[in-house]
C-alpha cells in the first residue's frame, strides 16, 4: 500500500527517538531500534508506516471495543466541537452530554448504581474513589475506615493513588508508591500459584485473605477492597468460580465497600455489560474508562450506588477534574453505547464470538510451551511453562517470554502483549470468527 502524506519510516523513528518519551518504556533501547509507527486502521486491523497490515489483538489497549473506522463517533466528536467544544460541570452548571451520559450508565449499570463521576482515565477514576471511600465513612461519622485493600499484581492505574492501589512491584519500585493506607493480598492465580491445590480450594483460600486482613486490620479501619473481575494487565488471570462468591459473602459480613474495577472488563469484554454481572457480584463503586468511548475520546469515571452517592453528596466533595464529562468525550461516548447497544456487539460476543475464542485459543494447549490456554469473554491468556507437568514458571524478569512475544507475535503481524509468564490478548469485541482463526494461527 503506498501511503499519502507520511514521511519516511526512518525519519518519523528519528523524531520519535529524540523527543518522544514513551509510557512503560525503556526509551533508550526503543530508540535504537526505533518504535513501529501506527498510521492508520479499520475493523481489526492496524496499518503501519512500512504499509504493513497488523491484527491488533490487543483492541489497543484493550478500549476498542467496537473496532476502528466508525466513523458515527468521529462525526458525533466533530458535531459536539461545533456546538460546544468545552464546558465544565463544576459550580453549578451542567451541559447535555454529560448528564446524558450519566443517565444512560445509570440505565445500563446493574442494581442501585446510578450515579456517575466522571474523570479522563481510569487511573483518575481510580484516585476519585480512594478519595471517595473515605469521606464516605467519615461522613458516616467513621473517619478511621482509611485503608483500602487491594490485590498482589492488580492493575489500578499509574497515577500515585491508581499505581498504589495496584499491586505492581515493577511499579513500587519507583517513585515512593504505595501511598500510605493502601495494603494488598495475593491473587487468585490458580495456575501460577495454585500449587497441588484444586482450583475450587485455592479460590476459596485467596478469597478468604481478604477476611484474615480485615481481621488482622479490624474491620473499623477498613474502608474498602477493590479488585478487577479478571485481572487484564496481571495477564488475563481468570479467578476460579469460588472466587468471587466467598469475596462478597466477606464484604457483605464486614460491611466494606466493594469497588469492582472494570476499566478492562467494563462495555462487553466478558461478554456483559460489566464483569460484575459475568460474576454475580454487586459492587458499591465501579470503575470505568476505555470501552466507554472504545478509545475514541479519553473519559472515564466511577459510577457509584444510591447510598454512597446520596452521603457523598452532604457535603462538598472537594474533588474534581477540568475534563470531569468532557463534553467532546461524552458526546462520543454516547455514540459508542448506542452502537453496542443497537448492534447487540455484546450479545453476539457472549453467545457467538466467545465460544469460537475458547475453542480455537483453547487449541494452542497442545503446544509444547504453553501450560494453559484459557479465555472468558473476548480476553484470554497463554501461560507458557518450561515443564507441563509440574506447572514450572518462566522467571518472570529472564526475558524469554517477553522476546518469544515480541519477536514471535509481532513477526506474525499480530500484536499481542506478554506479562510475566503469560501471553495475552483482548481484541476488539466486533472481531469476526474467521479472524480468530487467522490471529490464533498468527500466534501459534
Ligand atoms: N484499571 C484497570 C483495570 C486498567 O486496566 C487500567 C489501564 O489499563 C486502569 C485502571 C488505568 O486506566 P488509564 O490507563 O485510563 O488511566
Known sequence: MTLRNTPPTAELQALDAA???HPFTANTALGKKGARIITH?????????????LIDGMAGLWCVNIGYGRHELAEAAA???????????????????ALQL???LAELAPGDLNHVFFAGSGSEANDTNIRMVRQYWALKGQPERRTIIARHNGYHGSTMGGGSLGGMAGMHAQGGLPIPGIVHIDQPYWYGEGGDMTPADFGLARARQLEEKIIELGAENVAAFIAEPVQGAGGVIIPPETYWPEIQRIVDKYGILLIADEVITGFGRTGYWFGS????????????????????????????CDEVAQTIGQDEFNHGYTYSGHPVAAAVALENLRILQEEDIIDRVRTHTAPHL?????????HPLVGEAVSRGMMASLALTPDKASRARFAADAGTVGYICREYSFGNNLVMRHVGDRMIIAPPLVISAADIDELVIRAR
Do not use: C
Request: neutral net charge; hydrophobic residues 35%; aromatic residues 10%.
Open 19 to 21: 523527543h518522544h518519551m
Open 41 to 53: 486502521a479499520e475493523g481489526v486491523r492496524l496499518t503501519d508506516s512500512d504499509g504493513a497490515e
Open 79 to 97: 458535531r459536539q466541537m461545533r456546538e460546544l467544544p468545552y464546558y465544565n460541570t463544576f459550580f453549578q452548571t451542567t451541559h447535555v452530554p
Open 102 to 104: 450519566a443517565a444512560k
Open 277 to 304: 454481572q459475568s460474576y454475580g457480584i454487586r459492587p458499591h463503586i465501579m470503575t470505568i474508562a476505555k470501552g466507554l468511548s472504545s478509545g475514541y475520546q479519553p473519559i472515564g469515571g466511577s459510577i457509584i
Open 358 to 366: 475458547a475453542q480455537a485459543w483453547g487449541s494452542l494447549a497442545d
